[in-house]
């Protein structure tokens, strides 16, 4: 294996349960939801344990509770096998995960990376109940296509590509009408499949705007390092070392589309080989089989 790198998961990674085994058995996870509960106000840990779903689905609970969860997987790791975290050399992070990416790598403190997901959160489901949307997986097209399909079905509405995963995998995201024409339509432009997404908004998009302001207000309240290891923003798919450019980088990534697959082949093409899924679900590695099979990429559980 030659270069490490980690990806840590974001939202809609989250199943109830998820880290009761790393805080039973692991005391620095244990000690990051203790931690938690201080920033936060609330016991994160009994909802990730014991839900119930419907409040850790929320985009306020959710996102907290993805990015403790990772980094209590990231402290397993590290009582397993050491001298993998020593190796990581770079690391990235979908949507939210980047901000765990970012704690990873030095950028942000544990609480202070908490406390901005927290206002991220919140920022974002205020902006979702002010003009209710949602996100759709097209699966099957290639962007010219889905670029198509969004100006055929948004009509008056707003619909865009969001997220760009993998080949084959694009999410769009837009207001409630415009995602259901969206999906009604997709067969139609040859999708094999179009799959509406648990979120909550239509994130990534122009309706998320009010929820940057207020995520800028929060960053500028924080302090911010330059990274020990490069982290690949999604909105560029590049890395970044200045504090100042980390930031307004992670204001756009609100409103801004998730360059994944690209971030991905950056890595790759760095030479990057040996990847680790740190965090909940095993979305990341499906979506590395599908950019580079020749990639290996290890989940730790949570």
């Not at 307004?248 to 030479?271: H, K, N």
């Amino acid at each position: 294996m030659g270069r490490i790198a980690f990806l840590f998961p974001g939202q809609g990674a989250q199943t109830v349960g998820m880290g009761r085994r790393l805080y039973e058995a692991v005391p620095a996870a244990r000690a990051l939801y203790d931690r938690a509960r201080e920033v936060l106000g609330y016991d994160l840990a009994k909802l990730c344990f014991e839900g119930p779903a419907d409040e850790l689905d929320s985009t306020v609970i959710s996102q907290p509770a993805i990015f403790v969860t990772s980094l209590a997987a990231l402290e397993s790791l590290r009582s397993d096998s050491p001298d993998v975290v020593l190796s990581c050399e770079a690391a990235a992070g979908l949507s939210l995960g980047e901000y765990t990416a970012l704690v990873f790598a030095g950028v942000l403190s544990f609480e202070d990376g908490l406390w901005l997901v927290q206002k991220r959160g919140e920022a974002m489901q205020d902006a979702a109940d002010a003009t209710p949307g949602g996100m759709v997986s097209i699966l099957g097209l290639e962007r010219a296509e889905v670029d198509r399909l969004c100006r055929e079905a948004k009509g008056d509405e707003v619909l865009q590509i969001a997220n760009l995963l993998c080949p084959g995998n694009i999410v769009v995201s837009g207001t409630t009408a415009a995602c259901e024409k969206a999906a009604e339509l997709a067969s139609g432009f040859g999708a094999m499949k179009a799959i509406p997404l648990a979120v909550a908004g239509a994130f990534h998009t122009g309706i998320m705007r009010p929820a940057d302001s207020r995520l800028a207000e929060a960053l500028e309240k924080i302090a911010v390092h330059p990274p020990r290891i490069p982290v690949v923003s999604n909105v560029d798919a590049r890395p970044h070392q200045d504090p100042e450019e980390i930031r307004q980088l992670l204001i756009r990534q609100v409103v801004e589309p998730v360059l994944w697959e690209d971030s991905m082949r950056y890595l790759i093409a760095q030479g990057f080989d040996g990847f680790y899924e740190v965090g909940p679900g095993r979305v990341l590695r499906g979506l590395m089989r599908r950019i580079d099979r020749g990639m290996s990429c290890q989940n730790v559980e949570v």
